[in-house]
């Protein structure tokens, strides 16, 4: 858990990184911080729809601990961890993240 920087594949860890910087190089040079009244964690309660929350092992503790709190805040959410994946693990195994979201809504 914690920085997976160096099990990435460096040709991902360098397109992260170009993700990352665009991301930040906005042409005003300001972040938006948009709070939301009441904050969205109180509500997850309010969720009724099937939602499927995935996860990389190796992702940060906190976004590990997210991943819980949305899995036990929204009635009927199904967690799924995937083993020596990271945060970005759409891109580090797209065939078993398309595979898992294609089960979940064939299911659904």
């Not at 195994?93 to 898992?100: I, S, V």
């Amino acid at each position: 858990v914690g920085d997976a920087g160096d099990r990435l594949v460096p040709r991902l860890r360098e397109r992260v990184r170009r993700m990352n910087r665009a991301t930040f190089n906005r042409d005003d040079g300001v972040a938006t911080l948009m709070p939301l009244e009441p904050p969205a964690l109180g509500r997850l309660g309010e969720i009724h729809l099937p939602v499927l929350v995935i996860v990389g092992s190796l992702d940060t503790m906190a976004v590990l601990a997210i991943a819980d709190i949305l899995e036990q805040g929204i009635a009927g959410a199904r967690k799924v961890i995937f083993s020596s994946a990271a945060h970005m693990l759409n891109m580090e195994y797209p065939e078993l993240f398309n595979q898992t979201v294609l089960q979940f809504l064939s299911e659904i």
